[in-house]
C-alpha cells in the first residue's frame, strides 16, 4: 500500500517571501504521478502542480514549484513570492499510474497549513 | 457554470436518519469520485464510478451505497446515520485519462449527525 507522509503540521510566511512544503511517500511501484492540492477556507480542493515520476525535470507553475526526489521518495513543494491569497491547507498526494483498481485513487497526505502574514 | 457540483452544501441531521447527497458533473467525464474529509481533514477516498460502473469500493460500511444513474450523476445514500459519519464529502471526477490524477473537485457537502 501507498503512503503519504506531510510532517508538517502548520507553517507560516511573511508576504513576498519563500516558503517550502515537505512531503515523503512510500511505494514500491515505478510509475505514478504525485500532486500539491491547496484546500482554501472556502473548502475547494484546486490542483497546484503536478509531476510524473518518469519525468527528472522538476515541475514549475507560475510561482510555483517542486523538488522531485524520486530515489529519496521526496517531493517538496516551494512557494515563491507568496500572497495572501496563497494561505489554505496544501495536500501531498500520489496516484498509481497503472489502470484497474488503481484508476483515479489519490492517496493524500495529513495536510499542511500555510498561513502568510502581511 | 460550476463544473462539479454537489448537494446540498450544509445538512444537519439526527442519528439513525438516512439522507442522500446529489453530484453532478458538466465536464463530460468519466469517472466519477466519493471522498470523505474527517474532522481532522484526512482525505480518503470512498467510492469510484467508471461509465457507471463501480471500479474502486474501500472499506466502507454497508450503510453507504452509491448510485451512478449516468456517467454525469453520482449520488450517495447513507442509511442509519452515526455520530462517525459527520464530515465534509467531496465528489469529484476525472476524465479519460484518469491515472494523470487531475481530479476536478466539488465544494464538499458538510454533514453533521447529532
Known amino acids: 500500500a501507498q503512503t503519504v507522509t506531510q510532517s508538517q503540521p502548520e507553517m507560516s510566511v511573511q508576504e513576498a517571501e519563500t516558503v517550502t512544503l515537505s512531503c515523503t511517500y512510500d511505494?514500491?511501484?515505478?510509475?505514478?504521478?504525485l500532486f500539491w492540492y491547496k484546500q482554501p477556507p472556502s473548502r475547494q480542493m484546486i490542483l497546484v502542480i503536478r509531476?510524473?515520476?518518469?519525468?527528472?525535470q522538476n515541475a514549475t507553475e507560475n510561482r510555483f514549484s517542486v523538488n522531485f526526489q524520486k530515489a529519496a521518495k521526496s517531493f517538496s513543494l516551494k512557494i515563491s513570492d507568496s500572497q495572501l491569497g496563497d494561505t489554505a491547507m496544501y495536500f501531498c498526494?500520489?496516484?498509481?499510474?497503472?489502470?484497474?483498481?488503481?484508476?483515479?485513487?489519490?492517496?493524500f497526505g495529513q495536510g499542511t497549513i500555510l498561513t502568510v502574514h502581511p | 457554470d460550476t463544473a462539479v457540483s454537489q448537494t446540498p452544501k450544509y445538512l444537519v441531521t439526527q442519528m439513525g436518519n438516512d439522507k442522500s447527497i446529489k453530484c453532478e458533473q458538466n465536464?463530460?467525464?468519466?469517472?466519477m469520485y466519493w471522498y470523505k474529509q474527517d474532522s481532522k481533514k484526512f482525505l480518503k477516498i470512498m467510492f469510484s464510478?467508471?461509465?457507471?460502473?463501480?471500479?474502486i469500493n474501500e472499506t466502507v460500511p454497508n450503510r453507504f451505497s452509491p448510485k451512478s444513474p449516468d456517467k454525469a450523476h453520482l449520488n450517495l445514500h447513507i442509511n442509519s446515520l452515526e455520530l462517525g459519519d459527520s464530515a465534509v464529502y467531496f465528489c469529484?471526477?476525472?476524465?479519460?485519462?484518469?491515472?494523470?490524477?487531475?481530479?476536478?473537485f466539488g465544494e464538499g457537502s458538510r454533514l453533521t449527525v447529532l
Open positions: 469529484a471526477s476525472s476524465g479519460q485519462h484518469a491515472n494523470t490524477g487531475e481530479l476536478f
Open positions: 511505494t514500491s511501484e515505478s510509475n505514478y504521478y
Open positions: 509531476q510524473e515520476a518518469y519525468k527528472q
Open positions: 498526494a500520489f496516484t498509481l499510474s497503472l489502470g484497474g483498481t488503481s484508476y483515479g485513487k489519490l492517496t
Open positions: 465536464l463530460g467525464h468519466d469517472t
Open positions: 464510478y467508471n461509465n457507471k460502473e463501480l471500479i
